[in-house]
């Protein structure tokens, strides 16, 4: 069997986590546009306030791993995030690649043709979880007609607060592994969709999601034949850092 005789996701179901993070340095608008060159529609994305509660787009509650700085947001000042080097950390090509502001990075989205998954990180030095959906729901107001909008988090609060503003945009809570009980608090949120880590998915879990008319999409699977098997059975799609291994 040839890998494009396999089953696998429709191209809208690619998502790329973090852009293509597995080529580009992860949630720069350099790893956006390589998503896009990759030929993927979607891209995964993570944001979280700075200092002076700009939204700014990065996975850490510190800019230490990712650029050429330290310190953590709630020290930091968005121009001051802004100033660092967000590139050479991961490749020396990417050299002067900066960390961007969601509103940036909407705006890039728009010229690349992309939508996002914006998944809201909730970190220790955010103060108000309304003010934090406020910001988010102004940046993602401003996105091209063509970008579509999805929300995601790990913390359910987030989501309930983004619904109430928000009440057409999916709403994906993110779990490791689905609770017992997934049922009860997706309903409470409310969410359509659970966002797992792919190791934790199994068949019968997408029997049952399925027949409840929710969609599962998994993290972070960067091998098309993981999830073979969990295609027919209902699996929805891939969050990925290497979209062109899905796409062929
Ligand atoms: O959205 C899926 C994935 O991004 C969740 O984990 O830690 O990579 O943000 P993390
Ligand atoms: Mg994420």
């Not at 390589?34 to 979280?48: F, H, I, N, P, S």
């Not at 650029?67 to 080097?85: F, N, P, V, Y």
């Not at 009980?181 to 309903?187: N, P």
């Amino acid at each position: 069997m040839t890998l494009t005789s396999l089953p696998g996701p429709s191209r809208d179901e690619v998502q790329a986590h973090r852009g293509a993070s597995a080529i580009a340095p992860e949630n720069t608008i350099a790893a956006f546009r390589a998503a896009a060159e990759a030929g993927a529609k979607w891209v995964e994305l993570d944001v979280a306030f700075s200092a002076d509660n700009r939204l700014i787009v990065i996975h850490d509650d510190s800019v230490d791993r990712t650029s050429s700085g330290k310190g953590s947001l709630g020290a930091l000042t968005q121009s001051e995030i802004g100033a660092l080097d967000g590139g050479a950390w991961f490749d020396p090509r990417f050299a002067g690649e900066r960390i961007p502001t969601l509103a940036e990075t909407i705006a890039a989205l728009g010229e690349f043709g992309l939508s996002a998954n914006v998944e809201i990180k909730q970190h220790a030095h955010h103060k108000s979880l309304d003010q934090l959906v406020r910001a988010v729901q102004a940046d993602i107001s401003k996105r091209s007609a063509d970008t579509r909008i999805m929300i995601s988090s790990f913390d359910a609060q987030c989501l309930k607060a983004m619904h109430q503003l928000e009440p057409d945009l999916e709403m994906a809570m993110l779990w490791v592994q689905a609770p017992e009980d997934w049922e009860q608090q997706l309903a409470a949120i409310p969410a359509t969709t659970i966002h797992m880590h792919y190791k934790a998915v199994s068949i019968g879990l997408l029997e049952h999601v399925r027949e409840r008319g929710i969609k599962v999409r998994v993290w972070t699977c960067n091998d098309p034949m993981q999830l073979v098997s969990f295609w027919h059975a209902g699996l929805t799609g891939v969050i990925t850092d290497d979209p062109a291994v899905f796409l062929g």
